[in-house]
């Protein structure tokens, strides 16, 4: 199965454009878990497994892990996910970018270490960069187009030869040249919700959007939905992570972590 095909049945199956974001960062943990050397995979597990009900793909971050050297946490998380939750999308955060056989093993280590559905990846050194991935014809590709942080309009919104912004470039060199076998998404930030609708007008219905920046960096549901949905209603992976993982810090923190997704979910279906 196609990654885009296994999006668009937990689309369906769960009633839910929520993904759920894996940012965890040990400081905040709640005290159950402080000092323990498996604090990190069991935060995690604990969180994908209360929120299950109300997401339909999960995202983890992999610097998290990383600068915690909990690399074999992130497996062990991933593997939980697959077994777990079989139909539910994994997406890698990664943004890498490179070439030739750097950008190789950077698909490996997504797709073959950690079984990602689809990988997060940066366009800037072009199609070599990408083309790696593509041979994965059953995995995703998810590229950044027009990201949340206000930095991200010191290159994405430059004007090319022909007047229309880079990050619409981008869209339309995605939608219309790498994604020839229906692998590829875009990430479009909730933070910007005029590029949103103009992302999604350019590539129509053929490609996915990853859609952070909802909760804690200020995005609007109700203007995230109306400018980045599909025809039917769907078409996007809305990410939040700190506004549901910390939900609280207290023994509630699984409960208070189900309900901000539930309350997530329910504000993105009122809308949609």
């Not at 109300?54 to 697959?82: D, G, M, N, T, V």
């Not at 020839?180 to 007008?201: D, I, W």
């Not at 952070?212 to 078409?235: E, F, K, L, W, Y």
Request: net charge neutral.
């Amino acid at each position: 199965m196609t990654f885009l095909k296994k999006l668009q049945n937990a689309w369906a199956a769960s009633g839910s454009l929520l993904q759920v974001g894996l940012d965890p960062d040990p400081q905040r943990f709640p005290a159950e878990l402080q000092g323990r050397p498996d604090a990190i995979f069991e935060f995690c597990r604990g969180i994908v497994d209360a929120t299950a009900p109300y997401a339909s793909s999960f995202k983890p971050q992999i610097a998290y892990f990383a600068a915690h050297r909990a690399e074999e946490q992130l497996e062990a998380l991933c593997r939980h996910i697959r077994v777990t939750y079989p139909d539910m999308p994994l997406v890698l955060d990664a943004k890498r970018g490179d070439i030739g056989s750097t950008a190789e093993n950077y698909a490996r280590e997504a797709y073959e270490r950690y079984q990602a559905d689809a990988v997060t990846v940066n366009p800037y050194m072009g199609l070599d960069s990408v083309e790696p991935y593509l041979a994965w014809k059953d995995r995703g590709i998810v590229v950044l187009c027009r990201t949340s942080n206000s930095g991200g309009s010191d290159l994405q919104f430059l004007k090319m030869a022909d007047g229309q912004p880079l990050y619409l470039h981008v869209a339309g060199l995605v939608a219309d040249k790498w994604n020839r076998h229906g692998q590829c998404g875009l990430v479009v930030g909730a933070t910007f919700p005029n590029e949103l609708a103009a992302v999604r007008q350019r590539v129509g219905d053929a490609v996915p959007l990853l859609v952070p920046g909802i909760g804690a960096q200020g995005g609007d549901v109700g203007a995230t939905v109306r400018s980045g949905r599909d025809s039917a209603g769907t078409g996007m992976m809305i990410n939040s992570s700190r506004g549901i993982i910390y939900a609280s810090k207290g023994e509630d923190w699984r409960e208070a972590a189900a309900a901000a997704a539930k309350s997530l979910r329910d504000a993105i279906n009122a809308v949609r």
